[in-house]
């Protein structure tokens, strides 16, 4: 097991990053807000054990809505582990700014399915992290109000994976955009939002 696959202790106060996503047509929709190292590189969050995940997720909730909801008029997209979903870990009040991405390794079970429809019914919005079709992400599909898709797998392996991903109706986000050329392309594959270092890149807002 290398040091990269190990999660650290967590300091009391942890670096918090923020990276913009936009409309195709230039306006800023929201951002992601994610978990650092301590000095400030992606933390590989997740390849930690479940708790370690937990108290990132934690961290990166407190540090935006520690004092109640933002006042800001855009979006907040934070990743979020199982524990949050089935109602183990408090989720703060949002003013219906937060988005819930589920991150990849959430498996579709009975109480993760329950958790979606709860959250839902509470206002919530939910987002499917790094979709890629496998069975339990096409699982919660019904439930994502976004869904975010690698644009670089949508080369490889076509715009079928957009068409599924627009199949219950979610905005679709395209994830590490890294050129003018990927911009176009994701324009042209019938992306509604889009995210990369070309557009901006993760600036980190808290050490």
Known sequence: ??????????PSRLPIASQ???TTDGRLF?????????????AQVDRWRSDRQDVAT???????FGDGPPAATTYAFVNITRSFLVDDRPLPAHAGRL???????????????????????????????????????????PYA?????DCRDVRRQGAALVDLARTHGAQLVAERVSDSLLVEECRAWGFDLLQGDVLGPAITLTA
Do not use: C, H
């Not at 097991?1 to 967590?10: I, K």
């Not at 951002?31 to 000095?39: C, I, P």
């Not at 934690?58 to 935006?64: D, N």
């Open 145 to 149: 109000d976004f869904v975010k898709i």
């Open 20 to 22: 913009p996503i936009w």
């Open 30 to 42: 929201g951002n992601e807000f994610l978990y650092r190292s301590r000095d400030g590189l992606p």
């Open 58 to 64: 934690a961290s990166v909730l407190e540090a935006l």
């Open 99 to 141: 988005v819930l991405e589920i991150v990849e390794s959430v498996a579709a079970d009975e109480d993760v399915m329950d958790g979606l429809e709860r959250l839902r019914e509470r206002g919530y919005l939910i987002a499917i992290d790094d979709f890629a079709a496998e069975p339990d992400q096409v699982a919660m599909m």
């Open 1 to 10: 097991m290398t040091a990269s696959v190990v999660s650290p202790a967590l």
